[in-house]
């Protein structure tokens, strides 16, 4: 499979030792990388000289480790010096989507897709709701949390943001690929509660139809708003009851993000309440 990770390091293939993006941030592959029968190395550093990834050639062929979510060890780097390794150089950004690309398309060809779920009226619904809210954008990085099989995405991208998506159901992110509605270089297969892990802070984001909130589920929730609050500047979530809408409120509030409440009569259901949390001290 040809990715553009494998282009930037200027290698036909590469296998990453992470069985999965969600274990960037896992040291245990950073001591599994930094074996002592690699014959060849390369290493890519950021625009600041940072590591981003290292690489090894082995009999079976080359391994790599990526180190935008963990740092690499003295013990990696010493390896790789071992073997007179070849250094590159790439800016970050694009080498995470490099890296978001990889894991997506190995979990789009291992995991099944579910079914079907697009109500095909949702994406009106979602657009008066963005567009009402932030108007048309301009290129800048929207998250969507939670983002299913991609219609929020789908929407985003419509209107000129750059979607940055995640969800931890990962045959619904197969679903939204092979359907174009989520790009490869834009999911994450995460858990929504370890966002900030895996992505720095963003302008905006949405949370579209979160709930059921209930005395159950309350804490997944709130820790899932707080992970969102934390990476982006203003959020934009929707529920379906004016309770859920007030129980946003109160988390942001707690979080120093205050929240704005509006009801939307174009959707009773999923999207009938519509939280806008911007930072302490911003008015519209």
């Known amino acids: 499979m040809s990715t553009r990770a494998a282009t930037i390091l200027e290698l036909e293939a590469v296998t990453f030792i992470e069985p999965s993006f969600a274990a960037l941030t ?8 930094a074996r002592d029968n690699a014959d060849e190395g390369r290493m890519l550093v950021d625009e600041r000289n940072d590591p981003v990834a290292v690489a090894f050639h082995e009999p079976g062929g080359w391994i790599a480790g990526s180190f935008t979510c963990r740092p690499a060890s003295v013990a990696l780097i010493d390896a790789f010096e071992q073997v007179n390794g070849e250094i590159y150089q790439e800016d970050r950004a694009v080498w995470e989507a490099a890296i978001r690309e990889y894991f997506s398309l190995r979990l789009a060809a291992e995991v099944p897709a579910a ?6 009226a949702r994406k009106g619904i979602l657009a008066d ?3 009402g809210v932030w108007g048309k954008g301009a290129g800048e990085t929207c998250i969507d949390c939670g983002c299913g099989s991609g219609v929020g995405s789908l929407v985003l991208r419509e209107l000129g943001f750059t979607p940055l998506s995640y969800d931890n159901d990962a045959s619904l992110l197969t679903l939204g690929i092979g359907k174009g509605r989520l790009l490869p270089e834009e999911t994450m ?3 929504a509660t370890q966002v900030a892990a895996y992505t720095r802070p963003v302008p905006r984001g ?4 979160m709930g059921e909130i209930n005395s159950f589920s309350q804490e997944m929730w709130q820790q899932i708003a707080n992970g969102l609050f934390s990476v982006t500047g203003e959020t ?3 529920v379906g009851t004016e309770p859920e809408a007030l129980q946003i409120r109160e988390w942001g509030n707690e979080a120093g993000r205050p929240v704005e409440i509006r009801e939307n009569p174009g959707d009773s ?3 009938h309440w519509v939280c806008i949390a911007r930072p302490a001290g911003t008015t519209r």
């Open 129 to 131: 709701v963005i567009t």
């Open 236 to 238: 934009l979530i929707t």
């Open 206 to 209: 949405i949370g579209i139809m």
């Open 26 to 33: 896992d040291p245990l592959y950073t001591d599994l990388l």
């Open 115 to 120: 079914m079907e779920d697009l109500n095909p």
């Open 189 to 191: 297969c995460i858990d």
């Open 269 to 271: 259901f999923y999207d």
